[in-house]
């Protein structure tokens, strides 16, 4: 995946702030609205609006309604997360197969 | 030597593994096939295997868990799909929980597995497909590293990443 890099600036800007992060946490699940978001923190309902707002200009995340109401969710973060969590991943086999090999290297010295 | 190549597919979810051996696929299909070798190299150093049921034939199941170094020992199961020694196998593998029992609350993943013989010896190919972006969470925490690298600390790490590669 690749993320243009005049988006960067954006990006960076937008996850400075602790509580931004937090709300792209918060976010994942998609269930929260913009005032049970605001109920997390001790500060008014137009700060946590603006952190939105800002989050939202960045792309992180997208406003969705769910039914009758508008929901706050995580954009862009399954697919960053999927790409560090298989690279992880991809680490996880790569000593999976060294051992594979040492595994065969060793039968074949008994094999000798 | 181990040529190898990876291909990972973050939107569907899924990793594709090429490894060589300059070993026969009949003896690269020990490595899967008997439980002793198994647990040789299934789990990390940190994190060895046991394998306490193995039966590679459909619809059987292998059973597994693994010691973490906190004596924590999390269990795991394959449920075998398909079995074509030494060329194929697919299995699903999931979470167990204490009592032995499958998980049903846990994300499973499925892999094929496939061994072809070339001229220095045999091609393994794996596919691991994830079902969900949690179900890949879960299989790297447990027992496979120590604890989950917070979500927020991630992006950060790979929009860090990607500055660097565009520059």
Redesign the interface.
């Known amino acids: ?1 690749q ?1 243009t ?1 005049p988006d ?1 600036d954006r ?2 800007g937008a ?1 400075a702030d602790a509580t931004r ?2 709300i ?2 918060r976010a ?1 699940d998609g269930e929260e609205g913009v005032a049970e978001l605001a109920g997390h923190y001790s500060m008014s309902f137009a700060a946590v609006q603006k952190h939105v707002a800002i989050l939202e200009r960045a792309g992180l995340v997208t406003k969705e309604r769910s039914g009758r109401r508008k929901v706050v969710r995580t954009n862009l ?14 680490e ?10 040492e ?2 290297a060793a ?2 010295e008994a094999d000798r | 030597m181990t040529v190898m190549a990876v291909q990972k597919d973050p939107q569907n979810l899924t990793m594709t593994l090429t490894a060589e051996f300059d070993a026969p696929p009949t003896r690269v299909w020990q490595l899967w096939s008997d439980p002793r070798q198994l647990e040789r190299w299934w789990g990390p150093p940190t994190y060895p295997a046991t394998v306490t049921a193995h039966d590679l034939t459909p619809g059987s199941r292998v059973a597994y868990y693994m010691t973490g170094p906190e004596g924590d020992q999390p269990k795991g199961w394959w449920r075998i799909v398909e079995a074509d020694a030494p060329h194929r196998l697919v299995f699903q593998d999931g979470f167990s929980n204490d009592d032995g029992t499958d998980n049903p609350e846990m994300p499973s993943t499925r892999f094929n597995v496939t061994i072809e013989t070339i001229d220095s010896g045999s091609r393994m190919t794996i596919e691991s497909v994830f079902p969900t972006v949690e179900a890949l969470e879960q299989m790297l925490a447990f027992g496979m590293e120590e604890g989950l690298t917070e979500a927020v600390g991630q992006i950060d790490a790979i929009l860090a990443e990607d500055t660097v590669a565009t520059r």
Do not use: H, N, Q, S
């Open positions: 995946m993320v890099p960067f990006l960076f996850l992060r937090d792209v946490r994942i973060f399954a697919l960053l997360a999927a790409r560090g969590l298989l690279d992880r991943y991809e996880l086999w790569r000593g999976r197969i060294d051992r594979m090999t595994l065969i039968t074949k």
